[in-house]
């Protein structure tokens, strides 16, 4: 099978940290690019960040740009995203997501059920 398991949400304070993990199971994750995106309640699922299996390219939205980071362990078949300096407007479900193939341009392939991010004083 294939899966892939977010953890790492929770309530943070603004200004605060979290770390996600994207794990894989079921296929090796580095041979495929991985994204992750965040939906907040009657909005649409957006994009923050992707980092590619080849070159470990990476990509953020500009709302994210310069506070979170996106990288992989391999060994671990995992993928992080190391979010600082939260603000409200990044309270959403997050959520992992395998690309077709290597590259960030590619079709997703498949999701994770998404972890809770709650950033509120």
């Known amino acids: 099978q294939l899966q892939l398991v977010e953890s790492g949400g929770g309530l943070v304070q603004p200004g605060g940290s979290l770390r996600l993990s994207c794990a894989a199971s079921?296929?090796?994750?580095?041979?495929?690019?991985i994204g992750w995106f965040r939906q907040a309640p009657g909005k649409e699922r957006e994009g923050v960040s992707c980092i590619s299996s080849s070159d470990g390219t990476t990509v953020y939205a500009d709302s994210v740009k310069g506070r979170f980071t996106i990288s992989r362990d391999n060994a671990k078949n995992t993928v992080y995203l190391e979010m600082n300096s939260l603000k409200p407007e990044d309270t959403a479900i997050y959520y992992c997501a395998a690309l077709e193939g290597g590259y960030c341009s590619d079709n997703i392939g498949s999701w994770g059920q998404g972890t809770q991010v709650t950033v509120s004083s």
């Open positions: 079921g296929f090796t994750l580095d041979y495929y690019a």
